[in-house]
C-alpha cells in the first residue's frame, strides 16, 4: 500500500489525539498534580503498612518508632526494591507520588526541606532526577553510577529497572547502604536482599525461557523504555516515542512506525497503562493488529498499590503480553 492511502486518515487521527491529549497529562501537569496530591497523599509510607495507609493523611504520625531509618526512594521502582530489602524496619517514601510520570517531575520547595532531614535518598541516576542537584548535604546514592549507562543522541538512558540482573546489581548498592547506615541489622537487610536476588534470578531465567522460541525478534515500544532489556534478551527495540512519553505527537514518526510495522511482520502496538491508547490504537487499526501493554513500571497508581501489584508482577504481565507480540511458542 502506498504512503499517501493511509496518511490522511492517520493525521486526521492525530488532530484528535493532539487536541484532546491532557491525558496522561502527568507529563505536563506535574507541579499542578502535586500540589493536589500532596495534601491527600502521606509524604512517607509505612514500608510494612503501605495497604492500609496509603492515601491517609498524616500516615508519618502512626510510626512510633522514631529510631526506624528515614529513607526516600526517588520513583517507584526504587521504592520497590528498597522496600523490598528494608521492610518494615525502615521507614520508605517515594518522592513521585504515586499516579504520576516521574520523567518531568519536579519536587516542591516543601518537599525539598523533607528531604533534608532524610538518612538517605536513593536515585536511580543516568540524568533521570534532574532535581537531585537541588538536594545539598544528604546522603544521596545514585544506583546507576557501577553500570554502563547507554546513550541516545547524546542523552542518557535511565530505565535500567527493567533488565533484572541491572536490578541485582543496584539491589546490592542498596543493601550495601543500608548496611553501612544501619550495621545493627545488617543479617536482616542480606536475607531479605538475598529473597530479592534469587526472585530476579527466576525472573530472568523465565524472560529467557519464555522468549527462546518465537517467531519474531522485534518489538514496537510505546516509548524508547525498553532498551536495556531487549539488549538482554537478543531482541530489538522499536518505539513510537522517545527515551520520555511526549504530549506532542511526531506525525511523520507515527506513519514511519505503520511502515515499519508492516516490514517487520509486527502486529501488536504498545502502549502503557498510564497513557492514552488512542495513538497506539490510529497505528494498530493500519496494520490490522491489536494493542497491548508494555509497562515500563514508571508510574503506579494508588489502587495498584493497594491491590498488592509490584515490580515482578508487572514485569511477568509485560512477558505475557511479549510473547504475544514476538508470537513465542509455549
Ligand atoms: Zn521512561
Redo the contacts with the bound molecule.
Keep these: 500500500m502506498s504512503n499517501s492511502n493511509i496518511i490522511i486518515p492517520i493525521y486526521f487521527s492525530i488532530a484528535i489525539i493532539t487536541l484532546s491529549l491532557p491525558i496522561d497529562a502527568a507529563t505536563k501537569d506535574n507541579a499542578m498534580s502535586w500540589n493536589i496530591l500532596s495534601s491527600i497523599l502521606p509524604l512517607s509510607v509505612n514500608a510494612s503498612t503501605v495497604n492500609e495507609t496509603i492515601g491517609n493523611q498524616g500516615t508519618t504520625s502512626l510510626n512510633t518508632n522514631q529510631d526506624k531509618l528515614e529513607v526516600y526512594t526517588s520513583f517507584y521502582p526504587i521504592y520497590d526494591f528498597v522496600n523490598k530489602i528494608g521492610k518494615d524496619i525502615i521507614d520508605v517514601s517515594t518522592i513521585v507520588p504515586p499516579g504520576i510520570e516521574?520523567?518531568d517531575f519536579e519536587p516542591t520547595p516543601k518537599q525539598i526541606i523533607e528531604l533534608q532531614n532524610s538518612d538517605v535518598i536513593f536515585i536511580n541516576g543516568a540524568g533521570f532526577e534532574k532535581w537531585i542537584e537541588r538536594i545539598q548535604g544528604v546522603n544521596t546514592v545514585d544506583l546507576s553510577s557501577s553500570l554502563s549507562i547507554e546513550k541516545t543522541e547524546a542523552v542518557p538512558d535511565?530505565?535500567i529497572w527493567l533488565d533484572p540482573l541491572m536490578v541485582k546489581n543496584i539491589s546490592a548498592v542498596i543493601l550495601d547502604t543500608l548496611i553501612k547506615i544501619d550495621s545493627h541489622n545488617a543479617k536482616y537487610y542480606e536475607n531479605n536482599y538475598v529473597k530479592l536476588s534469587s526472585n530476579l534470578d527466576k525472573l530472568n531465567s523465565d524472560i529467557v525461557g519464555n522468549l527462546t522460541d518465537c517467531k519474531l525478534d522485534d518489538f514496537i515500544a510505546f516509548?524508547?523504555?525498553f532498551s536495556y532489556f531487549a539488549k538482554r534478551y537478543g531482541l530489538t527495540q522499536h518505539s513510537i516515542e522517545g527515551?520520555?512519553?511526549e504530549a506532542d505527537v511526531d506525525p511523520q514518526r507515527v506513519s514511519d512506525t505503520i511502515n515499519l510495522a508492516k516490514q517487520l511482520g509486527v502486529n501488536v502496538i504498545f502502549t502503557e497503562e498510564s497513557i492514552d491508547p488512542r495513538l497506539s490504537n490510529t497505528i494498530a487499526n493500519e496494520i490490522n493488529g491489536k494493542v497491548l501493554v508494555l509497562n515500563?513500571i514508571?508510574v503506579i497508581s494508588q489502587q495498584e498499590l493497594e491491590s498488592g501489584e509490584e515490580y515482578f508482577s508487572k514485569m511477568y504481565e509485560n512477558l505475557e503480553n511479549l510473547k504475544v507480540a514476538l508470537d513465542c511458542k509455549g
Design positions: 516521574p520523567h535511565p530505565h516509548h524508547d523504555s527515551l520520555a512519553p515500563p514508571e
